[in-house]
């Protein structure tokens, strides 16, 4: 059975810095990894899809790695900002009963402050 | 304006009654879902639709139902025989399920009084 896990489960960091999120995967026979965005109290907002013959995902000032075979992933948020707060949330998709399911962790909530 | 939206945002219920949560999605999108996020612990997969007329149970079903009567709606009620209610209960959609993005609504917060 597939889990997801994230850690840290919170972290806190001053503005600048250059932060690593983490996310591992029990099963490597996934179709890609996804990370997430939520806001308090709101919607997941995506923000990088790996497939899993990919190494690596980039959007502005965040990196989003794949390593599936160690069941790894990590998020380089670089140079962070206060308006980077938010909980972020990986998730893998497998096959399950013919349907391919996304399995979430249960987030890493960050603060970035001034 | 495409989107997913939710209502209502904020649900107050007593023990005992059924509570319909709305999901509308102008996407043209084929499959729905529903999860359940509890704090501290990652998104549970309640129901998921491919198709108008077709649902399916996820990892958590029991306690909830759902219809898909129209493309665009995929409405979750919450019956008395869900033992823990109280959630963060959001809604999604995709082009199909085995399509990889998902887009996921503002969430409904459900609290069981």
């Known amino acids: 059975k597939q889990e997801v896990t994230q850690i840290p489960a919170a972290l806190s960091v001053p503005e600048g810095e250059n932060l690593v999120l983490n996310c591992s995967f029990t099963?490597?026979?996934?179709?890609?990894l996804q990370w997430f965005r939520q806001d308090p109290g709101k919607g997941l907002t995506s923000l990088l899809l790996i497939q899993s013959s990919q190494r690596e995902q980039t959007s502005g000032r965040l990196n989003a790695s794949l390593d599936k075979s160690s069941g790894r992933s990590t998020l380089y948020i670089a140079a962070s900002q206060p308006g980077d707060s938010a909980t972020y949330l990986c998730?893998?998709?497998?096959?399950?009963?013919?349907?391919?399911?996304?399995?979430f962790g249960a987030g890493t909530r960050l603060a970035v402050h001034p | 304006d495409g989107g997913i939206t939710q209502s209502p945002k904020y649900l107050f219920r007593k023990e005992g009654q059924n509570v319909t949560l709305s999901c509308e999605q102008n996407?043209?999108?084929?499959?729905m879902y529903w999860y359940r996020q509890d704090p501290g612990q990652g998104l549970r997969l309640i129901y998921y639709s491919q198709i108008v007329n077709d649902f399916q149970k996820g990892d958590i079903a029991e306690g909830y139902s759902v219809s898909r009567e129209k493309k665009e709606s995929f409405p979750l009620t919450v019956t008395s025989a869900q033992k823990n209610p109280t959630a963060f209960y959001l809604c999604?959609?995709?082009?199909?399920?085995?399509?990889?993005?998902?887009?996921f609504g503002p969430g409904t917060r459900l609290t069981v009084l």
């Open positions: 996407l043209n999108h084929d499959a």
């Open positions: 999604a959609s995709s082009i199909s399920t085995t399509t990889d993005t998902q887009y």
């Open positions: 998730a893998v998709r497998s096959s399950s009963g013919g349907y391919n399911k996304l399995i």
């Open positions: 099963d490597s026979a996934i179709y890609n």
